[in-house]
Nanobody, 112 residues
Framework: VQLVESGGGLVQPGGSLRLSCAASGFIFGMYGMNWVRQAPGKGPEWVSS????????KYADSVKGRFTISRDNAKSALYLQMNSLKAEDTALYYC??????RGQGTQVTVSS
């Protein structure tokens, strides 16, 4: 099982980023997927989840209305569209399969 995140970077407050996660080594379409983030000095924080078929999604209150999770099962890919970014969104963002494992993460830094 391999999960590889990409798309992170430095963005100004109010800006947008789209994270991607490339999955391999398992039947992607059979698993719910999550995005989890960890800010410096803090524990992991669940951000969003999507069901195996992509129909059902859930969001943490801190990102609801700003972030959108989606997936393309034909491409074994998971996405997180992040809009109206805030400084408090700065963290290492991980793609995670339900039940594990988690990828290595991609850094998102929101700063002026």
């Amino acid at each position: 099982v391999q999960l590889v995140e990409s798309g992170g970077g430095l963005v100004q407050p109010g800006g947008s980023l789209r994270l991607s996660c490339a999955a391999s080594g398992f039947i992607f379409g059979m698993y719910g997927m999550n995005w989890v983030r960890q800010a410096p000095g803090k524990g992991p924080e669940w951000v969003s989840s999507i069901s195996s078929g992509g129909i059902n999604t859930k969001y943490a209150d801190s990102v609801k209305g700003r972030f959108t999770i989606s997936r393309d099962n034909a491409k074994s890919a998971l996405y997180l569209q992040m809009n109206s970014l805030k400084a408090e969104d700065t963290a290492l963002y991980y793609c995670e399969r339900n039940g594990g494992p988690r990828g290595q993460g991609t850094q998102v830094t929101v700063s002026s």
